[in-house]
């Protein structure tokens, strides 16, 4: 009977006490969640001019991309001309103090940047910063 008891004994000291280990893991798991940065991106890459006043705006959150061919994209989706209006109007609803960025591509048409700058007007917006990388 003695013998029992001391084999339960050693059991019950041998064993590996996980809630330490777990609560470092989820505190490390909080830790990058909370430090992480998330990039807004218009869902196409171009290559826009070089402005050796360029300067750079915190509170960009929606992004517009023309393409060198003239091809619009926001939120990594292209769209037809005559829908961006209506998309970034809804899109500046849901945040209301976030301003639009155009980043336009160095060999896309100036008529069409126009094109973009005036659907974005009829559509309320006021706040419109054009994209430009230092040199």
């Known amino acids: 009977m003695r013998r029992s008891s001391l084999l339960n004994q050693e059991q019950d000291d041998t064993e590996v006490n996980l809630t330490p280990m777990l609560d470092v893991v989820f505190i490390l798991l909080i830790f990058f969640i909370v430090t992480t940065s998330f990039v807004r991106e218009s869902g196409i890459e171009v290559d826009p001019p070089q402005a050796s006043t360029a300067e750079v705006q915190s509170q960009a959150s929606i992004l517009i991309a023309i393409t ?13 001309l005559s829908a961006l209006g209506p998309v970034v109007a809804r899109l500046q609803a849901e945040r209301p103090q976030s301003s639009v960025v155009i ?28 994209a430009a990388q230092q040199p």
Do not use: F, H, N, Y
Request: proline share 2%; hydrophobic share 40%; aromatic share 2%.
């Open 103 to 130: 980043q336009a591509d160095k060999s896309s048409r100036s008529g069409r940047l126009v094109e973009v700058m005036d659907k974005l007007r009829q559509a309320g917006v006021d706040k419109i910063a054009l």
């Open 68 to 80: 060198g061919e003239g091809d619009v994209w926001v939120d990594k989706q292209p769209l037809a």
